[in-house]
C-alpha cells in the first residue's frame, strides 16, 4: 500500500515564526500536493510539485512556499505564520501516469497547525 | 469557480438504513471522484466516475452520475456505525480539480 507520512500530527508555533512541514511517500510518486482543510471550506490547494525541483500554485498559495528537492519528499514553509494559517494540512500523492484528475490521490494523516 | 457543492451538510441516520448525498458542479467534468474522511485524519479514496459512465459500484457504495444535471450521488447501502464520516466528492475539470465542502454523515448504531 502506498504510504504518505507526514512529520507531526499536532504543531503549535508562534505567530512569526518559520514553519516546515514535511511530507514523504514511498511509492515513487510523480504528483505531490498541500491543502489545507478548513471548517466550512473544504480542502483547498495551496501548492502542488509534478516532478523535483517543480512546483506550481494552488488556489491560495499567498503566505506559503514549497520544496521538492527529492521525489519523495515534498516540503509546505510557512515563511512567516500568521493567526489565519492555524488549520488543518494535508499532504497528497499520486503517480503522475494518468491524466491530470483521472488518479487517485493517497493522502497523509495530516497536521493540525496552531499558531499562537 | 468550479465547485463541488455538496448535500446536506449533514447527516445522521440508524445503523442499517440508506445513506445518499449529492455533489453538484457548475461546468463540465472529466470525472468525478469521491472520498471518505474518518475524524481528523486524511482522506481516502472511495470510487471514480468518468464523464461517460452514469453509474458505478464497489461493495455497498453506488455512485451515480448526470452530466445533464449536473451532480452526482454516492449511496451507503445497509450503513454501519463504521460509515461515519465526512464524504468529500472531488471534480476533475481540464487540470482543475476542486473538493466540494463535504458531507458529514453520523451513523447510530
Known amino acids: 500500500d502506498v504510504k504518505v507520512t507526514q512529520s507531526s500530527r499536532y504543531l503549535v508555533k508562534r505567530t512569526g515564526e518559520k514553519v516546515f512541514l514535511e511530507c514523504v511517500q514511498d511509492?515513487?510518486?510523480?504528483?505531490m500536493f498541500w491543502y489545507r482543510q478548513d471548517p466550512g471550506l473544504g480542502l483547498r490547494l495551496i501548492y502542488f510539485?509534478?516532478?523535483?525541483?517543480?512546483?506550481e500554485k494552488g488556489d491560495i498559495p499567498e503566505g506559503y512556499s514549497v520544496s521538492r528537492e527529492k521525489k519523495e519528499r515534498f516540503s509546505l514553509i510557512l515563511e512567516s505564520a500568521s493567526t489565519n494559517q492555524t488549520s488543518m494540512y494535508l499532504c497528497?500523492?499520486?503517480?503522475?501516469?494518468?491524466?491530470?484528475?483521472?488518479?487517485?490521490?493517497?493522502f497523509g494523516s495530516g497536521t493540525q497547525l496552531s499558531v499562537l | 469557480s468550479q465547485q463541488g457543492e455538496e448535500d446536506p451538510q449533514a447527516l445522521s441516520i440508524q445503523e442499517g438504513e440508506n445513506a445518499t448525498m449529492n455533489c453538484s458542479y457548475k461546468?463540465?467534468?472529466?470525472?468525478l471522484q469521491w472520498y471518505r474522511q474518518n475524524s481528523g485524519r486524511g482522506l481516502v479514496h472511495l470510487i471514480l466516475?468518468?464523464?461517460?459512465?452514469r453509474e458505478k459500484h464497489s461493495g455497498r457504495l453506488r455512485v451515480t452520475l448526470d452530466t445533464s444535471k449536473k451532480s452526482s450521488s454516492l449511496l451507503i447501502t445497509a450503513s454501519r456505525a463504521a460509515d461515519t464520516a465526512s464524504y468529500f466528492c472531488?471534480?476533475?475539470?481540464?487540470?482543475?480539480?476542486?473538493f466540494g465542502g463535504g458531507t458529514r454523515v453520523l451513523v447510530k448504531p
Open positions: 497528497a500523492s499520486s503517480t503522475g501516469q494518468g491524466k491530470r484528475g483521472s488518479e487517485k490521490l493517497f
Open positions: 511509492m515513487d510518486h510523480e504528483n
Open positions: 510539485s509534478y516532478d523535483v525541483k517543480m512546483k
Open positions: 461546468t463540465s467534468i472529466n470525472n
Open positions: 466516475i468518468r464523464s461517460n459512465e
Open positions: 472531488l471534480k476533475a475539470a481540464g487540470n482543475k480539480l476542486t
